[in-house]
Nanobody, 120 residues
Framework: QVQLVESGGGLVQPGGSLRLSCAAS????????WGWYRQAPGKQRELVAS???????NYADSVKGRFTISRDNGNNTVHLQMNSLSPEDTAVYYC??????????????WGQGTQVTVSS
């Protein structure tokens, strides 16, 4: 019902910045929460940032003050602005969308991921 495609990843030096984008298509009007997750080799996938339809943002403690999640007015693209990057931010970043149905059920949609590498 919802398709997500990430872009914007790449190689950046410590202290640098990257801006990730998530292009959404399909039934995007059903989405209640948008988010970004990341997974480093050998580690669990973790929530980085989330944004509700009401535009309430939440961030993992490790990225607070450095990352910003946003979406455009048409609700078809979600962004993650990443500043002051460090090697610990190296991971595959995934776009996520959550749907909350009228009966209380939850559905999750995922992109394929984009690699972010922070190295000198």
């Amino acid at each position: 019902q919802v398709q997500l495609v990430e872009s914007g990843g790449g190689l950046v030096q410590p202290g640098g910045s990257l801006r990730l984008s998530c292009a959404a298509s399909g039934s995007i009007f059903i989405i209640g929460v948008w988010g970004w997750y990341r997974q480093a080799p050998g580690k669990q996938r973790e929530l980085v940032a989330s944004l509700t339809t009401g535009r309430t943002a939440n961030y993992a403690d490790s990225v607070k003050g450095r990352f910003t999640i946003s979406r455009d007015n048409g609700n078809n693209t979600v962004h993650l602005q990443m500043n002051s990057l460090s090697p610990e931010d190296t991971a595959v970043y995934y776009c996520n969308a959550k749907r909350f149905g009228v009966l209380g059920e939850r559905s999750d949609y995922w992109g394929q991921g984009t690699q972010v590498t922070v190295s000198s």
